[in-house]
């Protein structure tokens, strides 16, 4: 914090860059501790009050690591919904996975004669229903 301070100070014997580099050093050191939001507001704090080329700012983001965190608002919300979109799209495909399995499992009991068609049919039903559901486009807006 207190060099976010000196930073927003802009003292002319303090060396803009080398400070940049402290506190991009000390975020990407704590990254496990510190919330995405304190990222953020430290990221938009050294954008506000830097006194440094924007391609100065890239190269010691890329000496310590910090090249691919969220710079705006915007993106951190961005990044925030994709990740969740992922997250929902793998669990989504794991349980169609075990769904198809299921199914196949069924149909190989009925193929070796251990279930009638009926039997068969009875117990894929539901699960072809399950099925249908997942694929079903999402309509968040509904």
């Avoid at 990407?28 to 006194?51: G, I, P, R, S």
Wanted: with cysteine.
């Amino acid at each position: 914090m207190c060099k976010l301070l000196a930073l927003k100070a802009g003292d002319s014997d303090v060396d803009s860059k080398a400070l940049i580099y402290e506190i991009y050093k000390y975020l990407e050191d704590m990254k496990n501790e510190l919330t995405n939001d304190e990222k953020l507001l430290a990221e938009q704090w050294v954008q506000a009050y830097k006194k440094v080329p924007k391609k100065s700012v890239e190269k010691i983001k890329q000496k310590v690591n910090m090249s691919f965190s969220a710079t705006t608002i915007t993106e951190h919300y961005v990044n925030v919904g994709w990740n969740k979109g992922k997250i929902e799209g793998k669990i989504e495909g794991e349980i169609e996975g075990e769904i198809k399995g299921k199914i196949e499992a069924l149909e190989e009991l009925y193929r070796f004669s251990f279930l009638s068609k009926e039997q068969m049919e009875k117990m894929i039903e539901p699960l072809k229903e399950q099925l249908q559901n997942l694929q079903r486009p999402k309509r968040p807006w509904r």
